[in-house]
């Protein structure tokens, strides 16, 4: 009885989650190195519609997450370029990433629009897929969800085990100390930007592919703010960002159930539910002022100028 | 041969002016390229989107009935951006305005008074401000990030309109439309122009221009924020009281949001439908960009942004392009726009 209920709920809140998953590990490098993107939300809707459109040309989904992944980079580059080469303000620029994604992604879908794809397929693992209960929500996930997970350890490795993630903090944390110690902060940061981009773009490929396998203009939903909020959540620790977004995968069950339990609420009042406990969120974080110092990179936002 | 930044000793006045322009001949070029890999002929569609909307007196008319929430939210914006908040909620803040003003004259659906339209206009200036004060409120009180903040509640404030709009808004004799029922003639904007929709929206929009500016070059507030923007750590030794700027700059950009919302559903559309702004809130941060953060200068960029839109309505029905153009169009203005600012405070050198 209770894992009858149990086990598709769980198995709604990882599709719920994993984009942003995605998106909230993609920031966290990118503010390490001390940029913020702000276009997160941008870089999503056009891996999305990247993603959806390869797919439907080729038949292939694992191609299409590949374009979605290429997509968000070759936006995130537009954002690079002119942040660190042009100096350009990075709030300005997020935002400006974010317009033009949105744009951008409503006129490349234009003709995608009712197109049906094969969705991500769903993997088998012999034997291990037929424990009851446990087998379908482990081992039968679409090869994203794998990914996502092996992302969080991998980032968590880079960042605090290698040689060049030290490297990345540093640049984060002080630009001009990292930059006379011979760093190339530019390109450091270059490359967070762009590592950050396809990213986003696998978040926005998997909400074209497996979450909804559909092209709908602004699906993404400020999928891609929710993930900003949530690397301030998780004080920029991809760790504690994998399990926020599982935390407001959460909340989509409730979305989703409430009218089955009988609870009479308007529809439009729990699909608020995710902005309001973002916003809660956000708040109960923030108000410890302390916490949010030492944990945000210390260059955060500031533009770098190599002659001083 | 190399292309390098070289530092200006003193920021350039006149590139200050001069971006603008290199930005809008940058995405005219740009443009030209993207219509030619959309397979139409750049210059049949250069035309349709810019020269032929505006070439009768009705396509004026429409260029500055759009115009009019531009130029009044992206007053706002500026000088909230001028202050380092960034208030980028006023979709959101638009939305509410327009329910309050218009919720009222619903509520007074069958009054004949003169006084309907300014009760709505401050009603709806009311709504905005309430918006704005959440995230206000929050980051003065709890240090949370306005941005964050302000963008989640325009979902939420949406999400409002929709929930109204299908419940006790709707017309009860509209067959379950979602929309409410058509204002009544003394709750609809005076119009300018007979046989236009041109409405006094734009006037009012004009004279909070030029309010805004007396405002900011004259009175000792308006300086607070132009030092705070331009030196925070002079503004905190000199005792600017940072908390009170926010609000203020929150207040103020919420406020002609929500007039600006207010001003749409008493204007061109003359009741509550589900989609109030065709996303005017986020159009606004490029108009106030782009006219320089100076009200005087975002009169002239909310007449040119408001053309972007009119143009691809009007590329939509003779070229067939989908609307979407707008937005990429004014993503690219944006993108351009940041760019050619280097020029302010770098000179180009070419060893």
Redesign the interface.
């Known amino acids: 009885m209770i894992i009858e209920f149990v086990i598709p709920a769980l198995l709604t809140i990882i599709t719920a989650s994993t984009p942003l998953v995605f998106a909230a590990i993609g920031e966290i490098v990118v503010e390490k190195s001390g940029v913020l993107n702000?276009g997160v939300e941008g870089m999503m809707i056009v891996g999305a519609v990247g993603a959806f459109a390869v797919t439907v040309k080729t038949g292939n989904p694992y191609i299409g997450v590949i374009a979605g992944a290429f997509s968000g980079l070759l936006l995130s580059f537009?954002f690079g370029f002119?942040t660190l080469y042009?100096?350009?303000?990075q709030?300005?620029?997020g935002?400006?990433?974010t317009?033009?994604?949105?744009?951008?992604s409503?006129?490349l879908g234009?003709e995608f629009v009712g197109q049906t794809i094969n969705s991500l397929p769903k993997l088998n693992t012999p034997f291990f897929s037929d424990i009851r209960g446990l087998g379908p929500l482990v081992f039968e996930q679409d090869f994203m969800v794998y990914l996502s997970v092996f992302m969080a350890i991998l980032v968590t490795w880079f960042l605090m085990r290698t040689r060049w993630g030290l490297a990345l903090r540093a640049v984060g944390e002080n630009h001009d100390a990292a930059h006379s110690i011979g760093f190339s902060v530019t390109l450091i940061r270059l490359f967070a930007i762009l590592f950050g981009g396809a990213m986003a773009g696998l978040g926005g490929a998997y909400l074209s592919l497996a979450h909804t396998p559909l092209w709908v203009?602004n699906m993404s939903?400020?999928r891609g703010?929710i993930a900003?909020?949530l690397v301030?959540f998780a004080s920029w620790r991809p760790w504690r960002a994998f399990f926020g977004a599982y935390l407001f995968g959460g909340i989509t069950i409730i979305q989703l159930h409430a009218q089955g339990f009988g609870v009479d609420v308007?529809s439009?009042?729990l699909?608020?539910l995710p902005?309001?406990v973002?916003?809660i969120v956000?708040?109960m974080i923030?108000?410890d002022?302390f916490r949010?110092r030492i944990s945000a990179p210390a260059c955060l936002g500031k533009s770098f100028?190599p002659?001083g | 041969m190399v292309f390098k930044l070289e530092p200006r000793a003193v920021p350039s006045r006149v590139m200050i002016y001069q971006s603008p322009i290199i930005a809008v001949l940058l995405t005219l070029l740009a443009g030209m390229v993207m219509f030619r890999l959309l397979g139409t002929d750049p210059l049949q569609a250069l035309d349709a989107f810019f020269i032929e909307p505006i070439s009768t007196l009705d396509g004026i008319a429409e260029l500055l009935v759009k115009a009019a929430p531009l130029i009044l939210i992206a007053i706002g914006l500026s000088i909230g951006f001028q202050a380092n908040v960034w208030n980028i909620g006023a979709e959101g803040q638009l939305t509410i305005g327009a329910l309050f003003g218009g919720g009222l004259a619903l509520a007074f659906y069958e009054f004949e008074t003169p006084f309907l339209i300014p009760a709505m206009l401050i009603a709806g200036t009311f709504g905005g401000m309430i918006w704005a004060a959440i995230p206000a409120l929050l980051k003065t009180r709890f240090n949370t990030n306005e941005i964050l903040t302000s963008l989640m509640l325009t979902y939420v404030g949406l999400l409002i309109l929709s929930y109204l709009i299908h419940g006790p808004l709707r017309d009860p004799d509209g067959f379950n439309f979602p929309e409410s029922r058509l204002f009544h003639d003394s709750a609809l904007m005076p119009l300018l122009i007979e046989g236009t929709r041109l409405h006094i929206g734009f006037l009012i929009a004009l004279g909070v221009a030029i309010f805004a500016w007396l405002f900011i070059f004259k009175h000792v507030v308006g300086f607070q924020i132009r030092v705070v923007g331009l030196a925070p750590a002079a503004a905190s030794f000199a005792g600017f009281k940072q908390k009170r700027l926010i609000w203020f700059a929150l207040m103020i950009s919420g406020g002609t949001a929500g007039l600006a919302g207010v001003i749409e559903v008493a204007g061109p559309i003359g009741q509550i439908v589900p989609v109030i702004s065709p996303g005017y809130g986020f159009t606004a941060i490029i108009v106030a960009f782009l006219g320089r953060l100076h009200p005087i200068g975002v009169i002239f960029s909310g007449i040119l942004m408001a053309l972007t839109y009119l143009g691809g309505d009007s590329a939509q029905i003779t070229m067939n392009l989908p609307s979407a153009v707008t937005g990429v169009f004014q993503g690219m203005l944006l993108f351009f726009l940041l760019a050619s600012d280097v020029l302010i405070r770098y000179r180009v050198k070419i060893n």
């Not at chain 1, 042009?86 to 303000?89: H, K």
């Open positions: 702000l537009i002119l042009l100096y350009s303000n709030v300005a620029t935002l400006a990433l317009i033009f994604g949105v744009g951008l409503a006129l234009h203009e939903a400020g703010w900003l909020a301030v308007p439009q009042v699909s608020m902005y309001l973002t916003i956000l708040v923030s108000r002022d949010i100028h002659h």
